[in-house]
């Protein structure tokens, strides 16, 4: 289980009422198949990923994005409880998608980078603490389920 | 990982901007792992690690420097990190999972940095940089 103190729940939570999800949407699983271009492995159905501007500008990765920021959107608002938050996520990303959970701690780092580079300054040391606990979390609950 | 002509020429150029900030940015990366990543802290038991340290800071420049040098001579990394390898290898040996830890820190650094120009390629290409850097250094373990 991943403890938090509750200055780190709140700054957690106070940064991601920042995020417009509408704009990094694109970008978190955008830049996870453009720097780590083997995760298109899933994608093969998305149309245009051959260049770095087909990607990011790609409605399906966009669309696709935003869907995994809202979901992890959720997972901030319930951070005691990773496990049973992805619970059924978990189920379908290894029965379903046969996706390997290394691409989980992938995406939660270019996540991670997303922030900073959105943020800058403010994206503290302290707070991409907080944050990389938030993804290893996340992560770990998405594998939860694995068998 | 090969580095592309294309990721060369994003390397040298972000570098550029980089300038003299790489001690501090090294610094930073360091401060940012040492915190999201508490277990990288028992190879400095020896060091003040708390924010501002003068320890941190000179190993920052050590960072910075050698990573520095490095995107000079993309063409040969190897015999350009030659030194750096054999420490790592025959004194630190630093496990190989914590470059990863640093690799991130130090893109995590540079794109809270420079907004404008960490673009999906320059990050793409950075990341491969570091990758590569890290092979090099642990080339020597076994």
């Known amino acids: 289980m991943v403890h938090f103190t509750a200055e780190e729940k709140a700054a957690i939570a106070s940064l991601w009422a920042k995020v417009n999800v509408e704009v990094a949407r694109g970008e978190s699983l955008g830049r996870l198949l453009v720097v780590y271009p083997w995760t298109q492995r899933f994608f093969d159905n998305f149309g245009n990923l051959y260049s770095e501007s087909a990607i990011i500008g790609n409605p399906k990765v ?21 496990k049973g938050t992805f619970a059924k996520l978990s189920e379908l990303h290894c029965d379903k998608l046969h996706v390997d959970p290394e691409n989980f701690r992938l995406l939660g780092n270019v996540l991670v980078v997303v922030l900073a580079h959105h943020f800058g300054k403010e994206f503290t040391p302290d707070l991409q603490a907080a944050y990389q606990k938030v993804v290893a979390g996340a992560a770990n609950a998405l594998a939860h389920k694995y068998h | 990982m090969v580095l592309s002509s294309k990721d060369k020429a994003n390397i040298k150029t972000a570098f550029g901007k980089i300038g003299g900030h790489a001690a501090d940015y090294g610094a930073e990366a360091l401060e940012r792992m040492f915190l999201g990543f508490p277990t990288t802290k028992t190879y400095f038991p020896h060091f ?19 990573l520095t040098k490095a995107a000079d001579h993309l063409d040969d990394l190897p015999s350009a990190l030659s030194a750096l390898s054999d420490l790592h290898a025959h004194k630190l040996r630093v496990d190989p999972v914590n470059f990863k830890l640093l690799s991130h820190c130090l893109l995590v650094t540079v794109a809270a940095h420079h907004p404008g120009d960490f673009t999906p390629a320059v990050h793409a290409s950075l990341d491969k940089f570091l ?3 890290s092979t090099v250094l642990t080339s020597k373990y076994r």
């Open chain 2, 48 to 66: 003040d690690l708390s924010h501002g340290s003068a320890q941190v800071k000179a190993h920052g420049k050590k960072v910075g420097d050698a």
């Open chain 1, 62 to 82: 966009q669309a696709h994005g935003e869907k995994v920021l809202t979901s992890f959107g959720n997972a901030v608002k319930h951070m005691e409880d990773f």
């Open chain 2, 131 to 133: 990758a590569n850097v």
